[in-house]
């Protein structure tokens, strides 16, 4: 039989678990918010500074944060730190991967804390599209850094890492549905010795009652990124060196086509490479051409989202009951578009390539179910201390309890959001005196851009919110 002073002790207990799980969500959430507000004013070194410190530096001899390397790694792009942002990127890929090897001792810790507290005490866990991302920011500033060598090698793991997208999610999903199993069965169990019996196929119910917008996104075929295989496309199309390279670009190309078909930039590229794998055309010979890739707003949030369960249980003995879950929500473009002149005359302006937004909601959407039955899960073993802690403890046992529950009871708002909201694309002849003007909508004072003496030109432009002052980078072939 239990004494009182053992239940008290319980009770302390559940009050430091709560104070713990607190303290481990608000430092982080206050960090994320100061890298975000930086980022968002176009303030990229500044970004890239905050979040290299919360990442724990470059040192060796401590490892750094995944999700703090990513949004380093981004802004420093952003920046023009090409170098330090692909070293950056290279050390969140070793973790990534140590994360899809970490040792069964770890997952079985981790495994608990979601249950008994949330998963953010756990390693941040990254996406498929975080991996994709990865190589192609990689590949990224290899072209900029004239790299062609190493831009080769990250677009093809980019292109790879898309392929085998849909077996890898299977992967996790599979991983998923292992670590839950256990505490299914615990949860779900009939309990007669003290009548707590959940009901967790109505809490699921309530849950998608919360969450319309699902039915309503129209998502990506097979976790494809249109960004990561129009670059693709581009870079094997100008740095061709045989009609393998060209294959590769065709067929990225292809599918980037059947996603845009309306795209000029899209289509005219596609035409490119058709004629130029026919041997109709010949690449020295192409007409001069500069490509405008324009990364544009920022892509989602993670918010909380609490969801009353009203008919979770059988009885009235449980003090709280709520799940906490991730919701995207989507942020605004920065411009709606860009207008692209020489002088006064105008060349063109940037249409969409790809929207990130769907990039992600394709994930989220093929990964929800199974964070609901992770989060209901949780809320059975939470309500069970809370049955028993009445059952114990009294009045006194279940305030402690439900205290601990409402305090534990948070969503994993971690995010890779130094994204791009969409990526729009441009495709132009160069004027005569190589001097781009690019303006838009709302923008206070035009870009002037003057381009490399070359046959072909990528400018990569970058604005993260309305109103702020887009910054650029260019590579020439």
């Known amino acids: 039989m239990k004494t009182r002073s053992t239940s008290s002790r319980h009770f302390v207990l559940l009050g430091a678990i709560a104070l713990a799980s607190g303290c481990q969500t608000l430092a982080p959430t206050e960090k994320m918010a100061d890298f975000n507000q930086l980022y968002a004013s176009g303030n990229y070194q500044a970004a890239a500074d905050s979040a290299l410190q919360s990442a724990g530096g470059l040192s060796t001899e401590k490892q750094p944060e995944l999700l703090w390397s990513l949004q380093a790694g981004t802004a420093l792009t952003a920046s023009g730190q090409f170098a330090l942002s692909n070293q950056v990127f290279d050390a969140a890929e ?118 319309p917008e699902l039915q309503e996104w129209q998502v990506y075929p097979d976790f494809v990124n249109p960004y990561t295989d ?43 490479v058709n004629n130029l794998i026919r041997g109709t055309w010949r690449k020295q010979k192409l007409n001069p051409a500069v490509w405008v890739i324009f990364e544009n707003g920022l892509g989602p949030e993670i918010e909380e989202l609490l969801v009353p369960i009203p008919l979770f249980l059988v009885n009235d003995k ?57 989060a209901v899960i949780s809320t059975i073993a939470k309500g069970a201390i809370q049955y028993e802690a009445r059952r114990q403890g009294g009045l006194a046992g279940a305030l402690a309890a439900g205290v601990y529950q409402a305090a534990t009871t948070r969503a994993d708002k971690r995010i890779w959001s130094a994204l791009p909201k969409e990526v729009q694309v441009a495709r132009i002849r160069p004027p005569a005196n190589r001097k781009l003007t690019i303006k838009s909508p709302g923008l206070a004072e035009p870009l002037e851009v003057e381009l490399p003496d070359s046959q072909f030109s990528i400018v990569y432009i970058k604005a993260s919110a309305p109103g702020s002052q887009p910054v650029y980078q260019i590579a020439g072939y």
């Open 94 to 211: 070793d973790l990534a991967k140590e994360e899809d090897t970490e040792h069964l001792v770890r997952k079985g810790f981790e495994k608990l804390t979601s249950t008994l507290v949330n998963n953010n005490l756990n390693r941040y866990s990254p996406t498929v599209y975080d991996g994709v991302m990865v190589n192609t920011y990689k590949a990224l500033n290899s072209m900029f850094l004239a790299d062609a060598q190493n831009a080769r090698i990250e677009f093809n793991r980019a292109a790879d890492r898309q392929r085998r997208a849909e077996e890898h999610f299977r992967s996790k999903i599979q991983a998923q549905k292992e670590k839950l199993s256990e505490e299914q069965v615990k949860a779900e169990a009939p309990a007669p010795a003290n009548g707590y019996q959940p009901n967790r196929a109505e809490a699921e119910k309530t849950v998608y009652q919360a969450y």
């Open 230 to 272: 129009y670059l693709h496309g581009l870079y094997f199309m100008l740095g061709s060196s045989d009609k393998d390279d060209l294959g590769k670009a065709r067929d990225s190309l292809r599918r980037v086509a059947g996603m845009n078909p309306n795209n000029p930039a899209v289509k005219t590229d596609l035409q490119v």
């Open 318 to 374: 449980v003090e709280y009951s709520q799940l906490a879950l991730p919701k995207l929500k989507l942020r605004d473009q920065a411009y709606s578009h860009l207008e692209l002149f020489a002088g006064n005359k105008p060349l063109g302006k940037t249409e969409q390539l790809a929207s990130l937004d769907r990039v992600v909601q394709t994930e989220f959407k093929k990964e929800f179910p199974y964070k609901v039955t992770e």
